[in-house]
T-cell receptor, first 112, second 118 residues
């Protein structure tokens, strides 16, 4: 099972910030929190990942709750190109577990 | 730099046939994973190969098999195709750098192979 819970869909207006929530109440101490997105007719694309501290990169920011049971992906200014399905994934590290367990994700629509 | 490439892009087969899908990882990436994505669902993990050895396997029947070659490219084989095997098959590669445990490594996905079984 996916071990994360996300809303099925969200809407945003272009050039406004978007906050995509994810709940992962059963997260373990060795789980990284990854976010990927999948644009229509493309393979998934890495967005960001973190372990405990908030993270920023050129695409987005990741805010992780202090107890790590939830996280929020922040797109600072949504563009039409950000319309995609966003997946929040827990990726345990160690040994043979190099795979990603995807849920259904959140379908983000961006209105002009 | 070239990303992950997959071939063919589209494929139509009939039930009972066999199919081979191919994946070339990003240069320098030693880990390759395969995923199946049925319409409307998230990708589902099938296999991971690292340094030519199987490192993980998802909940798929033995009709699914894979291998990784010395140049780190990979093949996914599916025998005795069923209608339910119709899906987008995705390949992902990662550096799996020494000292960075596999689970935390960023995966780079290819565009996928769209398989239709009639």
């Amino acid at each position: 099972d996916a071990k994360t819970t996300q809303p099925n869909s969200m809407e945003s207006n272009e050039e406004e910030p978007v906050h995509l929530p994810c709940n992962h109440s059963t997260i373990s101490g060795t789980d990284y929190i990854h976010w990927y997105r999948q644009l229509p007719s493309q393979g998934p694309e890495y967005v960001i990942h973190g372990l405990t501290s908030n993270v920023n990169n050129r695409m987005a920011s990741l805010a992780i709750a202090e107890d790590r049971k939830s996280s929020t992906l922040i797109l600072h200014r949504a563009t039409l190109r950000d319309a995609a399905v966003y997946y929040c994934i827990l990726a345990p590290f160690g040994g043979s577990q190099g795979n990603l367990i995807f849920g259904k994700g959140t379908k983000l629509s961006v209105k002009p | 730099d070239a990303g992950v490439t997959q071939s063919p892009t589209h494929l139509i087969k009939t039930r009972g046939q066999h199919v081979t899908l191919r994946c070339s990882p990003i240069s320098g990436h030693k880990s390759v994973s395969w995923y199946q994505q049925v319409l409307g669902q998230g990708p589902q993990f099938i296999f991971q190969y690292y340094e030519k050895e199987e490192r993980g396997r998802g909940n798929f029947p033995d009709r699914f098999s894979a291998r990784q070659f010395p140049n780190y490219s990979s093949e996914l084989n599916v025998n005795a195709l069923l209608l339910g095997d119709s899906a987008l098959y995705l390949c992902a590669s990662s550096l799996a750098r020494t000292g960075v445990l596999l689970g935390a490594d960023e995966q780079f996905f290819g565009p996928g192979t769209r398989l239709t079984v009639l």
